[in-house]
Each structure stands twice: as structure tokens, then as C-alpha cells.
């Protein structure tokens, strides 16, 4: 496998980076969330390339990465309540699917044939400023081959990918580690599509609308029940380790490995993915996790784990 080019976040590295996205190539780039592989969410051909490159199933759609709100009501229809969740929490680790406006540019195979959007606007400054030098609506899912664990760092694009894309924008390690919160918006709830660092507590908070967990019909990134899958055969909910396995402990569960020895769920957010890709790095023929609180955090922490262990 070829090494993909790898460099430090700066302007020159930006304007290359946008050049590519011009000519209807991917890139991958930090977010405050994951590393996402970027193309030109308005190009069937750069659409497709991200597919190509992930090998990630067609029916599963892509978020669009917008860089102000007023980019985003270009592309899908805001009603009262996404604009109150907008003010909230844009910019930051919300993604919103909503109604796609009829005259959107937004290629048709980024939104795998729905009439709705899931849109985004980034905080990571790094995105941003790609958004804004590439003069395009950014579709970017996370930066690693479809189904295996999402990349929190450059080296794990890398290890994923490889030159299968063309440049990698080095930012560090990304600070929630885990993807952004996908909600849909009825008339008198919200939909949860996929759990993230933004809990139902603070969606109903800034909206005064109760949050339904959905499942079903693929409406959004993330919810195919076999998703960040790992190499070895993954069990969770362990409190010891058994013969050839990986432990992953958690508080008090000690391990080869931990997600935060304090219990702490922001810390154990941030290292899921690192801890994984290490676990899966092993001579061991199983990786086992501790059991995670399934509150705040931990549902979106719980979600990936379970996804990862689905038969696949």
C-alpha cells in the first residue's frame, strides 16, 4: 500500500487541498468530531469517488459540511425549530436532516436518493477553511473504508485508506472523537437518528420538543446495524478477559487498554476509535469491551459499540 501525502494544517496546505476538491477529487480533513473525506458535495463524479474510495454502499447517504447558516438555507428548507437548533449548537457537532430545497445543487447520489439533506455546519477551523477555499459544499463522511472504525487521527486515515486518497490534512487528534448527533424534525418531536456529543437533554432543552430514538429505514449516515466493524470478533459488556482477547476496560474494569480509568465519558469518547484501532492491531482473536454507562455520552458511545459487534 502506497502512503497517501500527509500534511500539517496551514494555508498551503488548504489551497492544494482545495485545488484537488476543484478538479472532483477527495481529501481527508479534521473536524472537531472525526476526520471526514471530503469532496464536492454539488459533483455526481467527486460524489462518487467518495463511494469509490470508502466502498461504502450507495443507499447509505453522505452529510453535506456547509460554512454559514445562510449556505445551508440555500440547500435545505429551515423550519422554526432547526433554526432554533442552528442558533444552539452551528457551529459545532449537529447534524440536521431536513427537507432538500427543489433547486439545491447538492448531487443527487450525496443524499442517496431522498428528497431530504443531512447538513452540517463544521467548527473545526480546518474544515472551514477548506469549505470557504474550495467555494463548495463539502460532503464528507468519516475518512476510512465503509464499516471499520472511523479515524480520529491522520495516521488512521492512513491506515485505512492509504493511496487510496490523495492528501491527508494533518490536524491532530479530533476532539470529540466520535461523530456528530443526526436528528430529524417532526411537527411536535425530534427524531434521534444517531446518538452523538449533543444528548437528547440538550436537544430538548433548546427546542422544548421531546426526542424519539429511531431505527428502521436508512435515512441518514450511520444507522446500518453493521457499522465501524473491527477485524476480530468484538464482545461487549466484559468485566474479564478470556483466552486470546483484547480487554478494553472502563472505570473500575481494568484492561489491556482503557477508555478513561476514571469513568470519565468525554475521555472515553475521545479514545473509543484509538483504543479500537489499537485492540484490532493485536495477535489476539477477540477484542472485549467493559460495560459503558448507557446515559449522556455513553449512548452514542454504546451505539458505535454495538454497531461494531453486529453480525456481519
Request: hydrophobic share 50%; glycine share 8%; proline share 7%.
Amino acid at each position: 500500500m502506497t502512503a497517501p501525502e500527509i500534511l500539517p494544517v496551514d494555508e498551503i496546505a488548504i489551497q492544494r487541498a482545495a485545488t484537488l476538491i476543484r478538479a472532483g477529487r477527495c481529501v481527508a480533513v479534521p473536524t472537531e468530531t472525526v476526520y471526514g473525506l471530503a469532496a464536492d458535495a454539488t459533483s455526481g463524479e467527486a460524489v462518487a469517488r467518495i463511494y469509490a474510495t470508502k466502498g461504502r454502499p450507495a443507499f447509505n447517504p453522505l452529510i453535506v459540511h456547509v460554512g454559514s447558516i445562510a449556505q445551508a438555507a440555500e440547500l435545505a428548507v429551515f423550519p422554526h425549530v432547526a433554526e432554533r437548533l442552528a442558533e444552539a449548537f452551528w457551529p459545532g457537532p449537529l447534524t440536521m436532516v431536513l427537507p432538500a430545497r427543489p433547486a439545491s445543487p447538492i448531487a443527487a447520489l450525496a443524499t442517496a436518493g431522498l428528497a431530504t439533506i443531512a447538513i452540517r455546519l463544521p467548527a473545526h477551523s480546518a474544515m472551514r477553511a477548506l469549505i470557504a477555499a474550495s467555494g463548495r459544499p463539502l460532503a464528507a463522511p468519516s475518512a476510512n473504508a465503509s464499516g471499520r472504525i472511523s479515524a480520529a487521527t491522520a495516521a488512521h486515515v492512513a491506515a485505512s485508506l492509504g493511496d487510496r486518497v490523495p492528501l491527508i490534512l494533518d490536524g491532530g487528534p479530533t476532539q470529540h472523537g466520535i461523530e456528530s448527533t443526526i436528528v430529524a424534525i417532526d411537527r411536535d418531536q425530534l427524531r434521534l437518528l444517531r446518538p452523538g456529543p449533543i444528548d437528547a437533554a440538550a436537544l430538548t432543552a433548546a427546542t422544548g420538543l421531546p426526542v424519539v430514538e429511531m431505527a428502521g429505514a436508512i435515512e441518514a449516515p450511520g444507522q446500518m446495524s453493521s457499522h465501524y466493524a473491527t477485524s476480530k470478533l468484538l464482545r461487549l459488556e466484559a468485566r474479564a478477559r478470556r483466552d486470546s482477547e483484547w480487554l478494553i476496560g472502563f472505570g473500575d474494569v481494568r484492561g489491556d487498554d482503557t477508555l478513561s480509568a476514571s469513568g470519565d465519558l468525554v475521555e472515553a469518547a475521545a479514545r473509543l476509535f484509538e483504543t479500537l484501532h489499537r485492540a484490532d492491531a493485536m495477535s489476539v482473536r477477540g477484542i472485549a469491551v467493559a460495560p459503558v454507562p448507557k446515559i449522556g455520552l455513553g449512548l452514542a458511545i454504546n451505539d458505535r459499540l454495538r454497531r461494531a459487534a453486529a453480525p456481519r
